[in-house]
């Protein structure tokens, strides 16, 4: 299909939500440039969702910028939607636990890169006066969960964050979206989960909600499934 849409930027398009985020999107006409690091998985993502893609470990301080730039060679311009999505939890681990490297790491990709992301974005779209960002939070940032604390250390510090933005960004008339999913059944965890939603699900929730009406943004977009509604 020859593609008109919006151009977007997706990162952590290898797998899980973003993955289906971007076969929605490039199902919606999208132009798009996904990351990840995983180079097979790319290759086969480009070829099923006819995107362009590229291979970034969002651990190293200069990959944001650098992916930022590639994005806009690759698309012809620059990203009018950012999805901030690559994220991760390696471990579950109680405060007695904690070890200084993975808070580390965590901090590099959970809440460095994003916020380094929307800052090269920013640049671009407030020059434009247009544009969306959209920051893949988590429920985590709205309660509290034994053994999350590093996660939920990083997720709420990405919640703190994309409210400023969003009122930063307003005099440009840009968009900034919270997303904040409850368990979505992908490889973020060890063990499958066939109760939790469809990463096809969240992204369908995730897309429309990047693409409501103009006069209209959503702030925050939280969803869960069913099992987690006793929260
Ligand atoms: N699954 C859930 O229940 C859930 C709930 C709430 C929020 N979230 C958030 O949703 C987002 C997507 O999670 P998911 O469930 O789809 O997880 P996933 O299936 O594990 O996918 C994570 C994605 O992030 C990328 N990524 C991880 N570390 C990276 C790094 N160092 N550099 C570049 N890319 C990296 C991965 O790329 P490679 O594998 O190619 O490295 C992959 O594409 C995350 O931000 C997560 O925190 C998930």
């Known amino acids: 299909m020859e593609k008109y849409g919006p151009r977007v930027l997706v990162t952590g398009g290898s797998r899980g939500i973003g993955r ?26 480009a070829a099923s969702a006819g995107c362009r893609v590229g291979a970034f470990d969002l651990a190293e301080p200069e990959a944001p910028a650098r992916l930022y730039e590639a994005a806009k060679r690759e698309l ?43 800052r090269e974005a920013m640049r671009d779209m407030a020059a434009a006066r247009r544009g969306r960002i959209v920051n893949v939070v988590s429920t985590t940032a709205l309660f509290a969960n034994e053994t999350m604390g590093v996660y939920t250390a990083m997720k709420t510090g990405l919640r703190g964050f994309t409210t400023v933005l969003q009122k930063e960004a307003r005099q440009y008339g840009v968009k900034v979206l919270g997303i904040y999913p409850g368990g979505v ?43 987690e509604s006793n929260f």
Do not use: M, W
């Not at 289906?20 to 993502?45: C, H, S, W, Y």
């Open 76 to 118: 012809g311009g620059f990203p009018e939607i950012l999805v901030n999505n690559a994220g991760f939890n390696a471990r579950k681990s109680p405060a007695l636990e904690i070890e200084a490297g993975e808070l580390d790491a965590q901090y590099a990709v959970n809440l460095r890169a994003p916020i380094l992301l929307c």
């Open 20 to 45: 289906a985020v971007v076969l929605e999107l490039a199902a919606r006409g999208a132009r798009i440039f996904a990351t990840g690091r995983d180079e097979g998985l790319l290759a086969e993502l």
């Open 185 to 227: 059944d992908t490889e973020f965890r060890a063990n499958p989960r066939p109760d939790y939603l469809r990463p096809e699900s969240a992204a369908r929730l995730i897309v429309d909600a990047i693409y409501a009406p103009e006069d209209a943004v959503i702030h925050e977009l939280v969803f869960r499934p069913l099992v």
